[in-house]
């Protein structure tokens, strides 16, 4: 078992080009979530996904789109990156729909230029 | 208002020196969880402790010990006679019921434990 896999892992865009970061599970769990880190601000979550067809925002979500493609997959996109959007992004599965621990990808760093 | 409040930004100790990393938390729920994670330099997020809000024992692990008391609200972890290979930053967060039955996190800013030899 692999866990939550997440790619890139490195990406630079220029302000304005969009990009796509995938996360896949195999776990079977149902929920997944999005978040942002960012230095002194701890992990912020961007959006989450309590189940296959299901998205909500989270504390961070303006210039961010999210997609569930099927119960492993959850891809968060930018439309049109802007310098703030700079920042280490972590897809994360919990165990029992966040009651549990959370089991984390290794992160994309993102910077935007 | 920060749900999950780490006062301590950074603490910096020698080895062999104990150390305790404060979380204060803040909810209206009766049924929350409340969590530590460690991220090393090398910047991985590793679990290291769940309790759930019925759950008032404390925990000992190895070196590790979490003393959890809601009439203050607090989730507090004490490392003793730290090592280097501790120094990383530790994040305290907090789960609660949110839309569609998931349980949403909250991370607190997170305490950065630097270690000398």
């Known amino acids: 078992n692999a866990g939550v896999t997440q790619t890139p892992k490195f990406q630079v865009l220029k302000t304005g080009q969009s990009m796509t970061l995938q996360c896949a599970q195999d776990?079977?769990?149902?929920?997944m979530y999005w978040y942002r880190q960012d230095p002194g601000m701890g992990l912020r979550l961007i959006y989450y996904?309590?189940?296959?067809?299901?998205?909500d925002k989270g504390e961070v979500p303006n210039g961010y789109n999210v997609s569930r493609l099927n119960k492993r997959e959850f891809s968060l996109r930018l439309e049109s990156a802007a310098p703030s959007q700079t920042s280490v992004y972590f897809c994360?599965?919990?165990?029992?729909?966040?009651?549990?621990?959370?089991?984390f990808g290794p992160g994309t760093r993102l910077t935007v230029l | 208002a920060q749900k999950v409040t780490q006062a301590q930004t950074e603490i910096s100790v020698v080895e062999k020196e104990d150390v305790t990393l404060d979380c204060v938390y803040e909810t209206r729920d009766t049924t929350y969880y409340l969590f530590w994670y460690k991220q090393p330099p090398s910047g991985e997020l590793v679990f290291l402790i769940r309790r759930n809000s019925f759950d008032e024992q404390n925990e000992i692990s190895g070196r590790y010990s979490w003393n959890f008391q809601k009439s203050t609200s607090s989730f507090n972890f004490t490392i003793t006679a730290s090592q280097v290979v501790d120094s990383a930053v530790y994040f305290c967060?907090?789960?609660?019921?949110?839309?569609?039955?998931?349980?949403?996190?909250?991370f607190g800013r997170g305490t950065s434990l630097i270690v000398h030899p």
């Open positions: 967060a907090l789960s609660e019921a949110g839309a569609g039955g998931s349980y949403i996190p909250t």
């Open positions: 776990m079977n769990h149902n929920s």
């Open positions: 996904s309590a189940s296959e067809g299901t998205t």
């Open positions: 994360a599965s919990p165990k029992r729909e966040g009651k549990g621990e959370q089991f």
